[in-house]
Nanobody, 124 residues
């Protein structure tokens, strides 16, 4: 059974750092698209970063230079390191996967597997 389990997140002051991780099981994460989305209260889920099966990485403009995605193939896990956090980064962070595709579509509705979510709170 294909599954994603998230860990990490938490609360930090502006300028601080947090990491969220997403452990995949039931399939090989490095062979397919994985993505991080976030959702703030009352807002639509938005894509933060995408990593395709061939390693192509795409960040949304608001996190470029601050967030870094990495893939640990031995652990079948993807990490999202978040530095220089801002209050507007606050939200629930979800990892998502599209196991049958290398490419990553930008809209959340295209993704078939989701983690349970990890809360990230950044205070000013």
């Amino acid at each position: 059974q294909e599954r994603l389990v998230e860990s990490g997140g938490g609360s930090v002051q502006a300028g601080g750092s947090l990491r969220v991780s997403c452990a995949a099981s039931g399939y090989t994460a490095s062979d397919s698209c994985m993505a991080w989305f976030r959702q703030a209260p009352g807002q639509e889920r938005e894509g933060v970063v995408f990593i395709s099966g061939n390693g192509k990485i795409t960040y949304t403009d608001s996190v470029k230079g601050r967030f870094t995605i990495s893939r640990d193939n031995a652990q079948n896990t993807v990490h999202l390191q978040m530095n220089s956090l801002k209050p507007e980064d606050t939200g629930m962070y979800y990892c998502a996967a599209l196991t049958w595709s290398w490419e990553c579509p930008p809209h959340y509705s295209r993704y078939s597997i989701w983690g349970q979510g990890a809360q990230v709170t950044v205070s000013s």
